[in-house]
């Protein structure tokens, strides 16, 4: 058997034509425009490939894009301003801090500070806590797209084994939250998991969220299983330069699944399109709508 392909740039391109008709609603109604800034500290060149791909999309679905490029030797204390200054700025509706940031400042400061209602990425911890008692909040993009990708492939969830490896703040504790919600039955495999093969195999739908090329043999997967595939890991190529892999071995593992996400084109375009979601959500929070 061979896996279908879900074809997570065309699901993102059907997401932003929603969301940018909801967008031209808004204005119409409220005379508002959803603004997400967007601050990029140094020149990280994978950041900066990111930031350009976000303001791109953000504009093509009626939203403003504020973008701000600073040094690499920018203090802490002056990044901090900055987001104070944002949360006070009506026209900016979501802040996104891009990461990683340079040593000197701390992530999780500058993080804390954002406003809980303009948290594009999910990962306040008031926004976190929210998750975790399920109730509404702002979920981060990732484990978002992969919920969507999930729910295109599967009728209904309900009951299914979900098995999530890597445990970050960022896409596996949240991703795992989200599904507990959805009433799967969730299981989080991490590095110091006893039998990783064994706990993988046991997935109805599996996502990998490690950053470790290749992890994922194919003979670790159920006949059938959904496979998320969240890696995005750059590997030199057979006669010189570069390709992107994700951390399961893709050409083994479409012989078994029954459906899989690709690398590049599956959870990636999702992830951009969710953070657009998301910052709709921030003006309609702003407005008290929701
Ligand atoms: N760097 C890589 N991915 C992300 C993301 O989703 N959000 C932020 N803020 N930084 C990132």
Redesign the pocket.
């Known amino acids: 058997m061979t896996a279908s392909i879900i074809d997570g740039k065309a699901e993102a391109a059907r997401l932003r034509l929603r969301l940018a008709g909801e967008v031209a609603a808004l204005k119409a109604e409220y005379g508002v425009t959803p603004g997400l800034a967007v601050v990029l500290v140094g020149d990280n060149p994978a950041?900066e490939v990111?930031v350009r791909n976000k303001a791109a999309q953000t504009r093509e679905v009626g939203m403003e894009s504020f973008e701000f490029r600073l040094p690499a030797d920018l203090t802490e204390s002056a990044l901090l301003a900055l987001v104070q200054q944002l949360n006070g700025r009506a026209d900016v509706h979501g802040i996104?801090?891009?990461?990683?940031l340079p040593p000197q400042i701390s992530a999780e400061k500058v993080l804390d500070a954002i406003a809980p209602e303009k948290d594009v990425?999910g990962?306040h911890p008031m926004n976190a806590g929210l998750l975790a008692v399920g109730k509404p909040g702002l979920v981060?993009?990732?484990p978002l797209g992969c919920l969507i990708m999930a729910k295109g492939v599967h009728e209904s969830l309900v009951g299914l084994d979900v098995v999530v490896v890597g445990r970050s703040n960022?896409v596996g504790r949240p991703a795992a939250q989200l599904f507990i919600t959805e009433s799967c039955t969730v299981t989080v495999a991490h590095s110091r998991t006893q039998d990783l093969p064994g706990e993988c195999r046991r997935a109805d739908i599996l996502l990998v969220a490690v950053g470790r090329p290749n992890l994922v043999r194919g003979d670790w997967i159920k006949p059938g299983a959904t496979v998320i595939d969240v890696g995005i890991n750059r590997v030199p190529k057979e006669g010189g330069g570069s390709r992107l892999v994700g951390d399961v071995a893709f050409d083994e593992a479409v012989e078994i699944a029954g459906a899989i996400t690709p690398v590049p084109g599956g959870v990636g375009p999702m992830?951009i399109a969710c953070?657009l979601a998301n910052n709709l959500t921030c003006a309609r929070i702003a407005l008290g709508l929701v």
């Open positions: 950041s990111y996104l801090v891009q990461l990683p990425d990962f981060p993009c990732t960022i992830t953070l």
